[in-house]
């Protein structure tokens, strides 16, 4: 199948602190993870991604972990900032569609 | 580059009316995808296309939805006739590739409202 998992469906932090967001998929020839951001009243926008032949890719405040053995993937943000409250949105893809996880709202409190 | 464009922004319509939504994906992209988002469903893959060519349309509810891409810049979803559980969110998606392994540009939706 081709289902995808996400958790927590909500996420509130306080400012400053990290956040963490985890997915977990069922297809096995999945090879490319995304992670789209969705703000209010606009479309989701890819913030990250990785492939399944590395294991981690970090981008400033944000970082990606991929264990293709145990077909789990998650979002890690750091040092968390009001803007980042949005809509997250995790995927996984193999040739022609990504298919995407329910979404987490996360809520960061100044 | 202006991104995906996406008309109208806003349409509210009557049960049984025809409802066209439009598209235009960046220039160069070859893939073309259409979303419908909801509180209860999330975000729907409804179609794909690849070259101008539907690939998968496993998506679509039913046969009053209907999507073509005449050319490599634009596109249309259309619901004939529209029903109140139609109401959602389309987004149009491009990419440069096939979206299971290259990002996907969205449009900024189109509020769809069927009373």
């Known amino acids: 199948g081709e289902n995808v998992e996400q958790h927590p469906s909500t996420l509130s932090v306080q400012e400053g602190d990290s956040a963490v967001i985890k997915c977990t998929y069922s297809d096995s020839a999945s090879n490319y993870f995304p992670w789209y951001k969705q703000e209010l009243g606009k479309g989701p926008q890819l913030i990250i991604d990785i492939r399944s032949n590395v294991g981690e890719k970090k981008d400033q405040r944000i970082a990606v972990t991929l264990n293709k053995t145990a077909k789990h993937f998650s979002l890690h943000i750091t040092e968390t900032q009001p803007e980042d409250s949005a809509v997250y949105f995790c995927a996984h893809g193999d040739a022609g569609k990504s298919t995407f996880g329910d979404g987490t709202t996360l809520t960061v409190k100044p | 580059d202006a991104g995906v464009i996406q008309s109208p922004r806003h349409e509210v319509t009557e049960m049984g009316q025809e409802v066209t939504l439009r598209c235009k994906p960046i220039?160069?992209?070859?893939?073309l995808f259409w979303y419908r988002q909801t509180m209860m469903r999330g975000l729907e893959l409804l179609i794909y296309f690849n070259n101008n060519v539907p690939i998968d349309d496993s998506g679509m509810p039913e046969d009053r939805f209907s999507a073509k891409m005449p050319n490599a810049s634009f596109s249309t979803l259309k619901i004939q006739p529209s029903e109140p559980r139609d109401s959602a969110v389309y987004f149009c998606?491009?990419?440069?590739?096939?979206?299971?392994?290259?990002?996907?540009?969205f449009g900024p939706g189109t509020r769809l409202t069927v009373t």
């Open positions: 220039s160069g992209h070859n893939s």
């Open positions: 998606a491009s990419s440069l590739g096939l979206a299971g392994v290259s990002e996907q540009y």
